[in-house]
């Protein structure tokens, strides 16, 4: 079991960067695949990056790619998405995830989830 606490969100101006972190306050994330997921009120969460235990194995949505990099440190228990060239439509409550197996696209094969970040992304 883990848990996950977001944390890096803010208010940047568009075509800025912020870097966001997920640590554990409870567990290890090591043997873990962690996503990045984000929702806009109104609409269904939706996936933007995973990366396998080891670190590699990076999957991004296509809105993203290009843009974000997502990382970890095993050593640290932390996870991180890089987020640059932000657009206004990359506002929204981000949110990290943990899940054993396999790199997965699905949030619901996602069993532990952060509380959440906000980033908001002025035009």
């Known amino acids: 079991q883990v848990q996950l606490v977001e944390s890096g969100g803010g208010l940047v101006q568009a075509g800025g960067s912020l870097r966001l972190s997920c640590s554990a306050s409870l567990g290890a994330i090591r043997t873990y695949e962690m996503g990045w997921f984000r929702q806009t009120p109104g609409k269904d969460r939706e996936f933007v990056a995973a990366?396998?235990?080891?670190?590699?194995?990076?999957h991004y949505a296509d809105s993203v790619k290009g843009r974000f990099t997502i990382s970890r440190d095993n050593d640290k228990n932390t996870a991180y998405l890089q987020m640059k060239s932000l657009k206004p439509e990359d506002t929204a409550v981000y949110y990290c995830?943990?899940?054993?197996?396999?790199?997965?696209?699905?949030?619901?094969?996602?069993?532990?989830w952060g509380q959440g970040t906000q980033v908001t992304v002025s035009s």
């Open positions: 990366i396998g235990w080891s670190g590699s194995g990076t």
């Open positions: 995830a943990a899940k054993r197996g396999g790199s997965s696209y699905n949030i619901d094969d996602y069993s532990y």
